[in-house]
């Protein structure tokens, strides 16, 4: 990467929840208009690593800078104003069902931006569809798209508000191989377009290696390794080489 500024910074983060221990010294720099993709089995505390950054948990130690701020550490009113700068794309897709797409893309816009006219709401919704390749669907409801047409309609209602950081938590979970490549481009598209710094949460290896610069394998409460996926994945580690082989992988 040219640019080596540090959008989120982790050092020595832990965090439990009575006796179990989750995350057990975690350290991870992701740098601007990088995407870093966290892979780990189920329940290894991806979710609980991002809750984290977003502000939503508290870690028991360590600190956690995401664009120089110490989340756990700046008042309600700073933490709000910054998770504006933050956009999660949710396992769920997480749209509104009894509204329709237009509908569920003005929701975040008209709340968050009220300053803005009814033709700046209009332009930003079809710009965002256009983005994500779904301009006819503008009126439809949610119930009437496909699973990958929805995951694309969560990442649009995200990209409405043009986070600098966007954290997409198993973004091709559920989809067919070839829907989670079209989700893959998406994320890569998106990158570049809206120059984002990403998270992705997933145990999809063919979306890690599709979508990511820096892989991080998080396994026992710590990042087992951090690199490409090529060197993440060239190794003698037997826990790494079985989460390798029991994952399906798509080489081209
Ligand atoms: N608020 C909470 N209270 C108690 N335990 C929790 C809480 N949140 C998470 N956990 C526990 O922390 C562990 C990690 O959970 P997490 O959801 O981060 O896993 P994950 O890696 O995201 O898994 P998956 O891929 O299945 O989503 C789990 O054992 C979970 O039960």
Redesign the pocket.
């Known amino acids: 990467m040219d640019n080596k500024e540090v959008i989120i910074s982790i050092k020595d983060l832990t965090k439990s ?2 006796s ?1 221990s ?1 995350l057990k010294g975690i350290d991870l720099e992701v740098y601007k208009g990088e995407n870093v993709a966290v892979l ?10 991002i ?1 984290i950054i977003s502000g939503l ?1 508290k870690p028991d130690s360590g600190t956690v800078k995401v664009l120089g701020e110490e989340v756990d550490k700046i008042s309600n009113t700073a933490l709000q104003k910054l998770r504006l700068k933050i956009g999660f794309s949710f396992q769920s897709s997480a749209l509104y069902d009894s509204m329709t797409v237009r509908q569920n893309l003005e929701f975040p816009l008209v709340r968050n931006r009220r300053n803005l006219s009814k033709q700046d709401v209009s332009k930003a919704i079809e710009e965002v569809l256009n983005d994500v390749g779904l301009s006819q669907t503008i009126n439809q409801m949610p119930s009437e798209l496909s699973g990958g047409q929805r995951k694309r309609i969560g990442i649009a209602r995200t990209l409405i508000l043009k986070p600098e950081i966007m954290l997409y938590d ?1 973004p091709t979970s559920g989809l067919d191989p070839i829907t989670s490549i079209e989700i893959n481009n998406l994320i890569l598209q998106v990158q570049k377009e809206y120059n984002t710094t990403s998270i992705i ?1 997933t ?1 999809d290896l063919t979306c890690a290696k599709h979508t990511a610069d820096k892989v991080a394998m ?1 396994m026992d409460g710590k990042f087992l390794s951090q690199g490409s996926f090529k060197e993440v994945f060239s190794t003698d580690n037997e826990s790494v080489k079985t989460f390798y082989d029991y994952n399906f992988i798509n080489d081209k």
């Open positions: 929840f009575g179990l989750v780990g089995r189920s329940g290894t505390g991806k979710s609980v690593l809750k948990l198993e949460i145990h998080l």
